[in-house]
């Protein structure tokens, strides 16, 4: 008898896979060293400059009066036309008698023949010299009921050649002689009355004419001469 073989099946053998490849194992982030160098700021926009403006003509008047006086307004200006009987002020406004503006009412007024600036300043005020300058005290007189008591300076020993005036005044504090510094109070204000501010051009001849000048600029002539430490714009005094 023969013997019956089986038929043989084949079995494929398992394909090996390949093992997958391991991760990557981060590498740890080196902190770096700490160093005197400031980390840089990212760069700003820089600011805008605005250019000072040009600085006005100056004088060497301030306002007879410290700054922290509590009101104070202008009674009358300087009367720029010399002959009686007519009237020009700072403004350019004119009158034939009497007076332009208000006196009571309005602070930019003036009569015939008056030769400074009035100042109505509460009573007791301290006036001052209202100079950059020092000067010599002229005198220190009582002028009797129309001006009451009047201080003059002369301010040419100190190199500007002219002169300060101080009228209606409740009291004097300096005398004859006597050499006051810029700013120094020489006296206080009556109050019931204005306080007069007169401004002289000093003649050098002994004995000569004082010319009266208006302390405000003329606005009428564009070549005369502000006197005001700001053009045409006064400024009181720090106390």
Not at 32 to 42: G, K, N, R, S, Y
Not at 54 to 80: E, R
Not at 81 to 99: A, M
Request: aromatic share 8%; charged share 20%; glycine share 8%.
């Amino acid at each position: 008898m023969s013997t019956l073989t089986p038929p043989v099946t084949s079995i494929a053998a398992p394909i090996p896979t390949a093992p997958s490849a391991p991760m990557p194992t981060p590498m740890p982030t080196e902190t770096p060293e700490p160093t005197d160098t400031p980390t840089p700021i990212p760069p700003t926009a820089m600011p805008t400059i605005i250019p000072p403006s040009p600085t006005p003509k100056g004088g060497f008047l301030l306002l007879p009066f410290h700054c922290d006086v509590s009101w104070w307004h202008i009674h009358s200006y300087f009367d720029l036309d010399p002959n009686e009987g007519s009237i020009r002020d700072y403004l350019g406004r004119t009158d034939r008698w009497g007076c332009v503006g208000d006196l009571w009412t309005n602070t930019d007024a003036t009569c015939d023949g008056h030769q400074g600036v009035d100042f109505v300043l509460p009573e007791g005020t301290e006036i001052v010299n209202a100079t950059t300058y020092c000067g010599i005290v002229e005198f220190a007189e009582d002028k009797g009921d129309r001006i009451g008591n009047v201080i003059l300076i002369d301010h040419s020993a100190c190199g500007l050649p002219f002169k300060t005036e101080y009228a209606h005044l409740r009291s004097m504090m300096v005398t004859a002689g006597e050499r006051v510094e810029p700013g120094q109070v020489i006296g206080t204000a009556r109050g019931d009355t204005d306080t007069h501010l007169g401004l002289y051009k000093a003649r050098a001849a002994a004995g000569g004419y004082d010319l009266p000048v208006d302390p405000y600029k003329d606005v009428l002539d564009p070549n005369d001469v502000g006197y005001w430490t700001v053009e045409n714009s006064p400024q009181c005094q720090q106390p």
